[in-house]
């Protein structure tokens, strides 16, 4: 299959890759390409951005999650012959698992999709130094992936006397530069950017961004990049396509709103290829769960933000308290675990006043959350457990950790285990018909847990 398709990395975080990428799609968008995008890694803010303001369809993409074949299949998933397609990386090009391994890299996507690489380079503060910093990614480059170079906050009269001397030097194309933007800026909080629906006039600055971007950027020589790259030919993930074929439909109440967003979109299309119908609330304008629901997924989100919305919607946290008792097959991750304590504590522990920032939730767990004032949790992890509640014996599901609060009982039914150290902890509430836990979880990385969930939801 022939997607045009490049990828935009950096040397590090921080280098305005996602402004880039946003301004890239506009600008792809407004040329009339069929363009999607995929963010590298388990990030969730970056797609919302792409899908909420662009209205570019986007999910994620990541080699730690799922194998070679499956990622893939994953990134060919409804697309056609002719589509154009942008990557955009995460962290470093080269920075994978545990930050020395390649798996989970920028670079082996890329390298797996067969993509060509658009390396943007924050030049501030930078002279010459900027050809040894770019020889030393092309060198470490094996698969010769990297076609081109994109200069952030460099001025033009800077960028008119460098670019002939790296095009001559080191054979690399340079595609543009973006001067400093220091009236547009996308803000940041824990996991990167903040949310689209928080920014004021957002549409309107990414707009303006493309604007000025179209000026210093050499589009024709970017699509002639992303034409070159190589064709990619799908794979056929037989158990997947056994578990696609279930005809049982059952209806999954899934929480969705300004607290509640943060879901992988390959986790919501394969519960409906195992037979769900997914119904949309909000745990924060809605009075109750859908009528008619079989099971309840809450993901993740930052419902600590909505705390005082959330407390004061008695009646929804009735609901929610009551079905989960009387049996409602539950998944709640990360935001929607701390969601169904009995309480969420947004100040720490050790401040005076922490009583004032005490929030009723659900209380269909009785537990609290707080508030730590540091990472508890980050990374990824590989979830098996003790009883097979959800999965196989001996079979796992990947995950990712990334929260500042902690509960006061995090459970014991899984032990997840770090894959680049190996080092293990209990996590997870597991029985029956319910996984309650921090860990944000890739259920392509293991779709029986998908398939449980919808068993259960049938039997229920």
Avoid at 204 to 214: F, H, N, T, V, W
Wanted: with cysteine; aromatic share 10%; net charge negative.
């Amino acid at each position: 299959m022939k997607i045009k398709r490049f990828m935009i990395a950096a040397p590090k975080s921080g280098s305005g890759k996602t402004m880039i990428t946003c301004a890239l799609l506009q600008l792809l968008k407004d040329n009339g390409k069929n363009v999607s995008s995929y963010k590298c890694g388990p990030d969730y803010i970056d797609p919302m951005f792409h899908k909420k303001v662009l209205g570019v369809p986007s999910k994620n993409l990541d080699t730690f999650f799922t194998d070679e074949k499956t990622t893939v299949q994953l990134f060919l998933d409804k697309r056609a012959d002719g589509d154009f397609a942008v990557l955009e990386g995460v962290m470093g090009l080269y920075d994978g698992l545990g930050g020395i391994y390649e798996q989970g890299s920028s670079y082996h996507l890329a390298k797996v999709t067969q993509t060509p690489i658009i390396l943007v380079v924050d030049a501030k503060g930078m002279g010459k130094s900027v050809l040894a910093l770019i020889a030393g990614f092309l060198q470490y480059d094996t698969q010769h992936l990297i076609k081109g170079v994109l200069f952030n906050r460099m001025s033009k009269g800077y960028y008119d006397i460098i670019k002939p001397l790296i095009e001559k030097e080191l054979s690399v194309k340079v595609v543009g530069y973006f001067p400093e933007q220091k009236d547009i800026g996308l803000s940041s909080r824990h996991l990167g950017l903040v949310m689209p629906d928080e920014l004021a006039d957002i549409k309107e600055q990414l707009d303006e961004l493309a604007g000025r971007l179209k000026k210093t950027i050499d589009l024709d020589m970017l699509l002639d990049i992303a034409v070159e790259a190589e064709e990619i030919t799908k794979t056929t993930n037989t158990e997947q396509m056994q578990i696609q074929n279930q005809n049982n439909t059952v209806n999954i109440a899934v929480a969705m709103d300004e607290a509640f967003c943060f879901y992988y979109e390959d986790n919501l299309r394969l519960l409906e290829k195992c037979g769900a119908k997914l119904q949309y609330f909000s745990p924060l304008h809605d009075t109750k769960l859908p009528d008619n629901c079989d099971a309840l997924l809450l993901g993740g989100g930052y419902p600590e933000l909505y705390a005082k919305e959330l407390s004061e919607n008695l009646s929804m946290r009735n609901s929610i308290k009551t079905a989960f008792k009387t049996g409602l097959p539950t998944v709640a991750e990360c935001g929607g675990f701390m969601y169904l304590h009995t309480y969420i504590h947004n100040i720490c522990e050790e401040d005076a006043d922490a009583q004032n920032y005490v929030f009723g939730m659900t209380g269909a767990l009785d537990s609290e959350c707080h508030f730590k004032g540091k990472l508890v949790r980050f990374g990824y992890i590989e979830l098996e457990e003790k009883h097979n509640n959800f999965l196989p014996t001996d079979e796992k599901i990947r995950a990712h950790e990334f929260h500042y609060y902690d509960s006061t009982d995090n459970g014991a039914d899984c032990i997840a285990t770090k894959p680049a150290t190996g080092r293990s902890y209990d996590c997870v509430i597991s029985h029956d018909n319910y996984w309650l836990g921090f860990p944000h979880l890739y259920y392509p990385s293991n779709p029986h847990f998908a398939e449980s969930f919808v068993r259960k939801a049938y039997e229920y």
